[in-house]
């Protein structure tokens, strides 16, 4: 299983086997539990298993929460990796972030962060384009980082408005762009 970082291609499937991994090892650790339970002699002891297995069910609760509520999205194609990748000169590309808010669930498959911009497709057809708008760009004003946030959810539109767009400059406003680039990555799943 090839390591991938937040914000890289690949990073959902790689993340999605992690975390399974980590819920079954969780899970068999609970089923061994309760196994040793039934050849316990002591009551202390069959109480204390079973306590433990009931407190160990928390913690692999908490990994499988997200887990499952990103298990429907898969990693972006090879394909369009490659047709986003020709607009890296024009800022920083993120790639299968999942962000999440208190209302909805929002896969972005790739996002272009510019001084003072931040362009999204996401492929998430029922989520409320403005809402995502207004809560990416809340995020990133409750940081002192002012941005006007783009969510596109048709791959052709993003794309044309990605070629429409001009290269960035290498300024100070670059270190901004790091700043909501590390942001971003913070608020995925």
């Given at each position: ?113 510019m001084p003072g911009d931040v362009y999204a497709y996401c492929t998430a057809n029922k989520a409320d384009s403005d809402k995502a708008e207004q809560y990416i760009k809340q995020m990133l004003s409750q940081h002192k980082l002012d941005y006007n ?41």
């Open positions: 299983m090839k390591r991938c970082l937040k914000g890289q291609s690949g990073y959902r499937d790689y993340h999605k086997k992690k975390e399974l991994l980590k819920v079954l090892i969780g899970a068999a650790l609970i089923i061994i539990q309760l196994i040793l339970r039934e050849f316990a002699e002591s009551t202390a002891l069959k109480n204390t298993l079973t306590v433990m297995a009931i407190l160990s069910v928390l913690p692999v609760a908490n990994i499988a929460a997200p887990l499952l509520a990103s298990f429907k999205y898969r990693s972006l194609s090879p394909m369009l990796e490659k047709k986003a990748s020709a607009y890296e000169e024009k800022g920083v590309l993120l790639y299968d972030l999942i962000i999440s808010s208190k209302e909805q669930l929002l896969p972005m498959d790739v996002i272009l962060v946030v783009k969510v596109i959810f048709d791959e052709n539109s993003f794309f044309k408005r990605l070629s429409s767009l001009k290269p960035k400059d290498k300024n100070e406003e670059n270190d901004r762009s790091d700043q909501a680039v590390t942001l971003l990555k913070s608020l995925s799943m």
